[in-house]
């Protein structure tokens, strides 16, 4: 079992910045990939970033790759999210995500998930 919790989101501007951060606990993380992935009001859950938590490989969704840049800290056990030139259509709840070996792009993929930190761009 792995245990997520997100924190760090909250108003931010048009072009401005944010970091999420995810604490995870449980089991070892060496052979897990954790996500991050992000749903708006009224629209399906998307998949925003991933990163291999043993190699550091990471794969971005392409309206956020350029923008936001994953990454983990293994000592401390958290992945973060650094949002930068952030849009109004980045505004949702995200959610920090884990599961087993590889990255995969699909939420139904991961069986772990954080309770989420909402995200809130004003134009």
């Known amino acids: 079992q792995v245990q997520l919790v997100e924190s760090g989101g909250g108003l931010a501007q048009a072009g401005g910045s944010l970091r999420l951060s995810c604490a995870a606990s449980?089991?070892?993380?060496?052979?897990?990939?954790l996500g991050w992935f992000r749903q708006a009001p009224g629209k399906e859950r998307e998949f925003v970033a991933a990163?291999?938590?043993?190699?550091?490989?990471?794969n971005y969704a392409s309206s956020v790759k350029g923008r936001f840049t994953i990454s983990r800290d293994n000592a401390k056990k958290a992945l973060y999210l650094q949002m930068n030139s952030l849009k109004p259509e980045d505004t949702a709840v995200y959610y920090c995500a884990a599961r087993d070996f590889y990255i995969a792009t699909t939420g139904s993929a991961y069986p772990y998930w954080g309770q989420g930190t909402q995200v809130t761009v004003s134009s």
């Open positions: 449980g089991r070892t993380l060496s052979t897990y990939a």
């Open positions: 990163i291999d938590w043993s190699s550091g490989n990471t």
